[in-house]
């Protein structure tokens, strides 16, 4: 059967191919193109709408701006802006200033903590009394005595111009050099286990006197007074009465520090040996040689406690000259009051401050009167505790501060700028009215 010719109608699979695939991507870009317009519909809505909104927001604009062309500079108006930007300055560094120190905010409480030990610091310099001479002795009203303290206290001696004597060193007039090597010649020359007398004053548990001092120490146990070292030879080869004599003229600076028990008591610097006899406080001065002293002091310090910031206390530089011939009674009537700082550290230092009232007399023997001449501090314990908390001041009250400065300052410099500005444009008018 011979083949079927071609039909007219029919196309190639090729060109049927070509023309799917040329209508497919017209639909694609038209579509592309219909997406792309939506597009910019859409931008240009919301374009409108934010153009709309900020339209609307700036009518709440509480700071509306003029045009520069409409802005006039006048000198009144500059100097109004130097000194009102001079003085936000300075109270800005004034504000800075308040807001890095601390505040301390001040507390009462009664006080508890008696069975605890006080710390007293001291430091005085006498002129004309020297250390050889002076004693310090502690006591208070529970019955505890401490007699010629020396355990943490130090002696410092002074010539008569006020300066001071190093250890070690000895004054060269008539020939005492000399003296003092053949006294320490001597002294090395004794056998170290030798028990020589006390002179009646010995006890089962000190029954030997080796020094001047252990005798002395002797006799203020006995209750004695020892009157003269003449005849002691103890004394007499260490060159005491002869030390005495040289040091009269000097002065002593006493400092360091006494623990006491927390409870009213004293404490006092007075010349000569004490001790205690038939419950009655004794100063042994008549080996000293003279009966008249001169109690001359400055308190360079005189703390209870330890120190902690912005600490007064009322008698640091304190002083009392006299030059009146007759010895006197320097006393001082003080409160310590407990006091507990809290720094802002969380360190916690347990302190006293105290107040204190002076009183002065002197001793004119010639009329019969009598007493002890020295420096005595009389103190009594507050039952009050004051409790100091350090605190830092807090930042937002620095903004809001800073910020009322800045904004005060600027609306109150703007009024007084206008007001000066329409005054002088008023008084123009006027000069220009009167001129025409």
Same mark, same amino acid.
């Given at each position: ?268 610097? $007075?010349? =000569? ?10 100063? /042994? !001065?008549?080996?000293?040689?003279? %009966? #008249? ?72 023997? $010639?009329? =019969? ?10 103190? /009594? !314990?507050?039952?009050?505790?004051? %409790? #100091? ?48």
């Amino acid at each position: 059967m011979p083949p079927r010719p071609p039909s007219r109608t029919s196309r190639p699979s090729c060109a049927v191919g070509a023309d799917a695939l040329a209508g497919s991507g017209s639909r694609r870009f038209d579509r592309d193109a219909r997406t792309a317009s939506d597009s910019i519909n859409l931008a240009t809505s919301l374009g409108a709408m934010s153009n709309s909104f900020f339209s609307r927001l700036r009518r709440f604009d509480a700071y509306p701006k003029t045009l520069e062309d409409f802005r006039e500079k006048t000198f009144s108006g500059a100097a109004v802006s130097i000194v009102a930007a001079v003085l936000m300055l300075a109270l800005f560094a004034s504000e800075i200033n308040y807001f890095l120190t601390t505040e301390v905010q001040p507390e009462l409480f009664v006080d508890t903590s008696r069975n605890e030990k006080m710390r007293i610091n001291v430091d005085v310099m006498f002129h004309h009394l020297p250390c050889g001479y002076l004693s310090i002795d502690v006591m208070d009203i529970s019955g505890e005595q401490q007699l010629d303290v020396d355990h943490n206290l130090f002696k410092q001696r002074l010539d008569r111009f006020g300066n001071p004597i190093h250890e070690g060193e000895e004054k060269t007039d008539l020939g005492e050099t000399k003296a003092v090597a053949v006294i320490q010649s001597l002294n090395s020359t004794l056998d170290p286990a030798r028990c020589e007398s006390c002179y009646g004053a010995e006890t089962p548990e000190s029954p030997c006197c080796n020094t001047c001092e252990e005798v002395r120490e002797a006799y203020r146990r006995r209750g004695w007074a020892m009157n003269s070292a003449d005849g002691v030879i103890q004394c007499e080869r260490e060159g005491w009465t002869q030390k005495m004599k040289e040091q009269s003229e000097e002065g002593c600076i006493v400092y360091g520090y006494l623990l006491v028990n927390k409870v009213a008591g004293n404490f006092h610097f $007075a010349p =000569g040996k004490s001790f205690q006899q038939h419950n009655i406080h004794i100063h /042994d !001065m008549q080996h000293l040689g003279r %009966s #008249l002293f001169n109690m001359s002091h400055v308190i360079r310090r005189l703390s209870f406690g330890h120190e902690y910031p912005g600490l007064v206390n009322p008698l640091d530089g304190h002083a009392e000259i006299s030059d009146k011939p007759a010895s006197a009674m320097y006393q001082y009537f003080v409160k310590v009051v407990p006091t507990r700082y809290k720094k802002a550290s969380g360190q916690t230092i347990s302190t006293n401050q105290y107040s204190v009232t002076t009183h002065t007399r002197f001793i004119n023997t $010639a009329f =019969g009167e009598q007493g002890l001449p020295g420096v005595f501090v009389m103190f /009594d !314990m507050s039952p009050i505790l004051v %409790s #100091l908390t350090e605190s830092r001041r807090s930042f937002m009250h620095f903004l809001t501060s800073v910020c009322a400065i800045v904004g005060g300052i600027f609306t109150v410099a703007g009024m007084i700028d206008s007001i000066i500005h329409h005054s002088l444009r008023t008084w123009r008018k006027n000069q220009l009215g009167k001129q025409g």
